[in-house]
C-alpha cells in the first residue's frame, strides 16, 4: 500500500509526500536538540518549511540529519506525533460520532439535551479507536520515507516580526 501515490502521474504529490517526511524527522531533531521548542512546519512540492525560534545553522544541520537518518532506513523519524493528519482524522472521527448520535429521532431541544451524554461516549470513543489511524495515515499516505534521489538545495531565513521562519529548499535529481 505504501506504493500506492505512485500510481499517479502526479509528481508533485510523491515530492510532497518525501518533503513531509524530511520535515517530520527534521522536526524531531530539532525537538530532541532543543527542548521546550515551540515549533511547526508545513510542506509541498519544492521543500518545506519551519517555523520557529531557530538559527538558519540549526535548521540546515537538523535537516541534514534527518535526511541521512531516512535514507540510511530510520523511516520512523518521518512519523510525527503532533502533525496536522492525526488532528484531521481525530476530528472526522468524532465528529462523524457526534453526527451519528444525534440521527435518531433528536428533534426538539429537549431531545438533542438528553442524547449530549451519547454524543460525549460515542465521540469519546471514536477518538480513542482514532489514535493509531493518524500515525497509519502518515506512513501509507502523507509521507513516503523512502526519498530517492532527494536532496536538500538550500535553508533560507525569512525574518518576520513575531517568527522566526525557514524555506528548506528540496530537490531530486
Known amino acids: 500500500m505504501s506504493d500506492l501515490f505512485n500510481l499517479f502521474p502526479f509528481s508533485w504529490l510523491q515530492a510532497t509526500r518525501r518533503n513531509h517526511a524530511l520535515e517530520h524527522a527534521t522536526l524531531q531533531i530539532l525537538a530532541r536538540k532543543h527542548p521546550g521548542l515551540r515549533s511547526g512546519g508545513y510542506s509541498d512540492g519544492r521543500g518545506f518549511w519551519i517555523l520557529g525560534d531557530l538559527r538558519t ?17 530510520e523511516s520512523a523519524l518521518a512519523i510525527h506525533p503532533y502533525c496536522g493528519t492525526n488532528f484531521a482524522l481525530a476530528g472526522l472521527a468524532g465528529g462523524t460520532a457526534a453526527w451519528l448520535a444525534m440521527l435518531p429521532g433528536a428533534r426538539t431541544l429537549r431531545q438533542k439535551f438528553d442524547r449530549f451524554p451519547f454524543v460525549i461516549l ?28 532527494l536532496r536538500i538545495q538550500e535553508v533560507v531565513r525569512y525574518p518576520r516580526k513575531d517568527i522566526r521562519l525557514h524555506r528548506v529548499r528540496t530537490v531530486s535529481s
Do not use: W
Open 57 to 73: 545553522e540549526d535548521v540546515l544541520e537538523a535537516a541534514e540529519e534527518a535526511l541521512a537518518r531516512l535514507k540510511a532506513g
Open 122 to 149: 460515542l465521540t469519546t470513543l471514536a477518538l480513542i479507536l482514532a489514535r493509531p489511524l493518524g500515525p497509519l495515515a502518515q506512513a501509507y499516505l502523507t509521507t513516503d520515507s523512502n526519498l530517492g534521489n
